[in-house]
C-alpha cells in the first residue's frame, strides 16, 4: 500500500525565516511525485511534479527536491501570503495505466509578519 | 479562462438518505477525479474518469459511485448516507489523457451529514 507521511503537522515561521518541509513516501513505482498547496476553503493547487530522484524544481521562494525516500520542500525567505497547507502526493503506476493521487496529511505552514 | 466548478459548494442531508455531486471540468479536459477530504484522513482518492469510462476506483464502498458525461461534466453519487460520509468533496480536471498529477481543482462540495 502507498503511504506518504509528511512532517512537521504544523509550522510556525517569522517573515524572512527560510525552512524546509518533509515528505516521506513508499509507493511501487513511482510515476511522479506532486507538491500542492491548500488556502482555507480553496481546493488544492499544483506547484509541482517530480519523476526521479535528484531532480529539483524551483518557484519564486519555493524549491523541490526528490530523493528515493523521501522529497523536501524548501522555503526561502518566506512572505505571509506563502501561509497554506502543503500538500505532497506520489502517483503509482506501470506500463499505460496509472493511479490515483495518494496524499499526505499536510503541512500547516503560517508565516508571521 | 474558467475553473473546475462544483455544484452544490455546501450540503446538508441526513442518515440514509443520497446525494448527488456535480462537477464541470476546465474546458478541453477530459479527464475528472474526485477526492473525499477529511481532517483525519486527509485527501482520499475516490475515482476517476475519462471520456466517460470510469479508470480508476480507489478503496471506498460501492456506497459511493460516479459517472462521466459526453461534454466531461461528471458526477458523483452517494447511497444511504452515514455520518462518516462527512467531509469535502473535491473534484479535479487534467488536460492530459494519462493522469501527470497535475490536477485543476474545484472549491468542493462540502457535505454534512447529520
Known amino acids: 500500500e502507498d503511504q506518504v507521511t509528511q512532517s512537521p503537522e504544523a509550522l510556525r515561521l517569522q517573515e524572512g525565516e527560510s525552512s524546509s518541509l518533509n515528505c516521506s513516501y513508499t509507493?511501487?513505482?513511482?510515476?511522479?511525485l506532486f507538491w500542492y498547496r491548500q488556502d482555507p476553503g480553496k481546493g488544492p493547487e499544483f506547484l509541482f511534479t517530480l519523476y526521479s530522484a535528484g531532480e529539483e524544481k524551483e518557484k519564486e521562494r519555493l524549491k523541490a527536491t526528490l530523493t528515493k525516500k523521501e522529497s523536501f520542500l524548501h522555503i526561502t525567505a518566506p512572505k505571509p501570503e506563502d501561509s497554506a497547507t502543503y500538500l505532497c502526493a506520489v502517483q503509482a503506476g506501470s506500463g499505460g495505466g496509472a493511479d490515483g493521487l495518494t496524499f499526505g496529511k499536510g503541512t500547516h505552514l503560517i508565516i508571521q509578519p | 479562462k474558467a475553473g473546475v466548478t462544483q455544484t452544490p459548494r455546501y450540503l446538508i442531508k441526513t442518515r440514509g438518505q443520497q446525494v448527488t455531486l456535480s462537477c464541470s471540468p476546465i474546458s478541453g479536459h477530459r479527464s475528472v477525479s474526485w477526492y473525499q477530504q477529511t481532517p483525519g484522513q486527509g485527501l482520499q482518492f475516490l475515482f476517476e474518469y475519462f471520456s466517460e469510462t470510469q479508470r480508476n476506483k480507489g478503496n471506498f464502498p460501492g456506497r459511493f459511485s460516479g459517472r462521466q458525461f459526453s461534454n466531461s461534466r461528471s458526477e458523483m453519487n452517494v447511497s444511504t448516507l452515514e455520518l462518516g460520509d462527512s467531509a469535502l468533496y473535491l473534484c479535479a480536471s487534467s488536460l492530459v489523457q494519462k493522469n501527470t498529477g497535475e490536477l485543476f481543482f474545484g472549491e468542493g462540495s462540502r457535505l454534512t451529514v447529520l
Open positions: 509507493v511501487s513505482g513511482l510515476r511522479g
